[in-house]
Structures are given as structure tokens and as C-alpha cells.
């Protein structure tokens, strides 16, 4: 069965950096685009990043570009999201996905595989 493993989350102050990791398994991770996602407390679920299958393409909402980057590595069936300059507003639940396509969507519904989520919370 497909699990992705979410970690790397914690507590920062803003400004700062965390990187999270996503391990995958049970699928043939190459042939999926991966994607990040965030939800906070009475919000919808919002699309970080995304990346395509061999990773040549990436793409990210104008709140998170220049701030975060997506990478993955197909060796070791690992996406992960690297983020720096923090702030209090990206204080959310941060999920990874994966998607049966080339390159991934920015819409939650396009991804079939989801993980539990790991908190990032960022102190002001």
C-alpha cells in the first residue's frame, strides 16, 4: 500500500528555516509529481509547491516563491521542501502528495496519495 511519511516539522522562530522531508512507499515514485500543501486551523488546504517526475519542473504560489524550494530525490523516493525566511503566517499543518501525472497541480483534488502531516509552526 502507498504510504508517504511526512517529517521535519517544529517550532521556529520567524525568520528561520526548517526543511521537510517526505518519504514514499509502495508506489513507483518516479512516475508521480509531487506536491506540498498546507492547511491552518479554519482554513482551506493551500498549495506550497510542486514538482514534476524527474524533478526538471517546479512551480509555486506567489507566497511561498523565493522563500521555499521543492527537490526530491528518486534514488532514495524522497520529496523534499526546503523553507527559509519563515513567518507567523506559514504556521500551518504541512502535507505532501502525490499525483499520477508529469508535473503537479496546484489543486488538491488532482492528487491521490496524501500523507498525515507534520506541524511547522513559526513564533513571531
Known amino acids: 500500500q502507498v504510504q508517504l511519511v511526512e517529517s521535519g516539522g517544529g517550532l521556529v522562530q520567524a525568520g528561520g528555516s526548517l526543511t521537510l522531508s517526505c518519504a514514499a512507499s509502495?508506489?513507483?515514485?518516479?512516475?508521480?509529481?509531487m506536491g506540498w500543501f498546507r492547511q491552518a486551523p479554519g482554513k482551506e488546504r493551500e498549495f506550497v509547491a510542486a514538482?514534476?517526475?524527474?524533478?526538471?519542473?517546479?512551480h509555486y504560489p506567489d507566497s511561498v516563491q523565493g522563500r521555499f524550494t521543492i527537490s526530491r530525490d528518486n534514488a532514495k523516493n524522497t520529496v523534499y521542501l526546503q523553507m527559509n525566511s519563515l513567518k507567523p503566517e506559514d504556521t500551518a499543518v504541512y502535507y505532501c502528495a502525490a499525483e499520477v501525472a508529469i508535473i503537479g497541480g496546484n489543486d488538491p483534488r488532482d492528487y491521490a496519495y496524501w500523507g498525515q502531516g507534520t506541524q511547522v509552526t513559526v513564533s513571531s
Open positions: 514538482i514534476s517526475w524527474s524533478g526538471g519542473s517546479v
Open positions: 509502495g508506489l513507483t515514485f518516479g512516475s508521480y509529481a
